[in-house]
């Protein structure tokens, strides 16, 4: 069955950077793009971006570009979002889910969250 | 960006009850709309696409509709596993917006 497995909790500084894995099961990562969102505590969820794992192409929210990096192994089949320059408004848990290649951006398997707390 | 408007931000209703929860786009995204379930302290989950399809495995007193711009997903009799937070997504055009999300409690 399909699996998005994503990496544990992080509290991390202020001013620092944060990476986060994601790992796929159950499926071919290649056929997939996969995509990245955050939902603040309590509140909505905002998509931050995607990258298509065979090419290593992405696109972003332009809110995010330059605060968020994706990168993927396939080899391991594993994607990841690295954040940047970390304030308080960057506390919020982060998703990693798939959509079809076709163009489709409907979100159908989810990871499990990583909860980043920015304090110092 | 694409606003999309969700209302209500919360709902309370009883067992068996027709539930109805709107989201109102802020321009034409076509069918280009899903709706999730989000149930307390879980990743969501994709409940319909397309605005009127039914996603795998989703029972099916779950229904989406379209009326120009606005969409509407209707649970037609509330069981106790309903209750959550539900929000719409348009998969237009980047950025891929969400609704801010309706809480669900039962009365």
């Known amino acids: 069955q399909v699996k998005l497995l994503q990496s544990g909790a992080a509290l991390v500084k202020p001013g620092a950077s944060v990476k986060m894995s994601c790992k796929a099961s159950?499926?071919?990562?290649?056929?997939?793009?996969v995509s990245w969102v955050k939902q603040s505590h309590g509140k909505s969820l905002e998509w931050i971006g995607e990258?298509?794992?065979?090419?290593?192409?992405?696109n972003f929210n332009e809110k995010f570009k330059g605060k968020a990096t994706l990168t993927v192994d396939k080899s391991t089949s594993t994607a990841y979002m690295e954040l940047s320059r970390l304030t308080s408004e960057d506390s919020a848990i982060y998703y990693c889910?798939?959509?079809?290649?076709?163009?489709?951006?409907?979100?159908?398997?989810w990871g499990q969250g990583v909860m980043v707390t920015v304090s110092s | 960006d694409i606003q999309m408007t969700q209302s209500p931000a919360s709902l309370s209703a009883s067992l068996e009850e027709i539930v109805t929860i709107t989201c109102q786009a802020s321009?034409?995204?076509?069918?280009?709309l899903a709706w999730y379930q989000q149930k307390p302290g879980k990743s969501p989950q994709l409940l319909i696409y397309?605005?009127?399809s039914l996603a795998d495995g989703v029972p099916s007193r779950f229904s989406g509709s379209r009326s120009g711009t606005q969409y509407s997903l209707k649970i037609s009799r509330l069981q106790v596993e309903d209750i959550g937070s539900y929000y719409c997504?348009?998969?237009?055009?980047?950025?891929?917006?969400f609704g801010a999300g309706t809480k669900l409690e039962l009365k």
């Open positions: 889910t798939r959509s079809e290649l076709t163009g489709d951006y409907y979100f159908d398997y």
């Open positions: 159950g499926y071919t990562f290649t056929d997939y793009w």
């Open positions: 990258i298509y794992p065979n090419s290593g192409a992405t």
């Open positions: 321009q034409d995204i076509g069918n280009w």
């Open positions: 397309d605005a009127t």
């Open positions: 997504q348009q998969a237009h055009s980047n950025p891929y917006t």
